[in-house]
Antibody, heavy 117, light 107 residues
């Protein structure tokens, strides 16, 4: 059974960098069959795809986030990570790591990140 | 970006009712559309991929139809565990986008 689990700070100050890690079990981030994605959910904009990565290093970022996002992989730990720079209150929301780049399944449980001083 | 709209935004129904949720796209998607169910405090769960492919473990009372810009999710006999919010999502191009959701509540 594939499981994903997000981890990281639940509180980030404005203008700082949001950093989250997704631990994957039951599958490998080096699988050639899947991309690995970050999606967030906010009351204002609903569900938004931030971007995804393929283990060979290719990444696809949503234009809305492209200037300030980095998604990377750590093959040795079977994890992938999200960094979002220059956060504002509008970045407050629940962040999910997900397997897939077309449809998304399964999802991590989500982590609430609040941007506040 | 491809815009997805859903109708209705909210519906109130009873156990046993037939429920239909519509999803409309701002451009043609062919069959590149998925449906998700989300319960309060939980992550979305994939129900259907590629318009009509039911995921393993999803009850057969759920079904999806459509192509191009018009799609439908149908629940033939609503069960208590089906009260949730439903989202459509396109994977025709990047960035992948979601509809705003349809909340199905108990009448």
């Amino acid at each position: 059974q594939v499981q994903l689990q997000e981890s990281g700070p639940g509180l980030v100050k404005p203008s700082e960098t949001l950093s989250l890690t997704c631990s994957v079990s039951g599958d490998s981030v080096t699988s050639p069959d899947y991309r690995w994605s970050w999606i967030r959910q906010t009351p204002e904009k609903g569900l938004e795809c931030i971007g995804n990565m393929y283990y060979r290093g290719s990444t696809v970022y949503s234009p809305s986030f492209k200037s300030r996002v980095t998604i990377s992989v750590d093959v040795s730990k079977n994890t992938f990570s999200l960094k979002l720079n220059s956060v504002t209150a509008a970045d407050t929301g629940v962040y999910y790591c997900v397997r897939g780049g077309e449809w998304f399944d399964p999802w991590g449980q989500g982590i609430l990140v609040t941007v506040s001083s | 970006d491809i815009q997805l709209t859903q109708s209705p935004s909210f519906l109130s129904a009873s156990v046993g009712d037939r429920v239909t949720i519509a999803c409309r796209a701002s451009q043609g998607l062919s069959t590149n559309l998925a449906w998700y169910q989300q319960k309060p405090g939980k992550a979305p769960q994939l129900l259907i991929s590629s318009v009509s492919i039911l995921q393993s473990g999803v009850p057969s009372r759920f079904s999806g139809t459509g192509s191009g810009t018009e799609f439908t999710l149908t629940i033939t006999s609503l069960q208590p565990e089906d009260f949730a919010t439903y989202y459509c999502q396109q994977f025709y191009n990047d960035p992948r986008t979601f509809g705003p959701g349809t909340q199905v509540d108990i009448k």
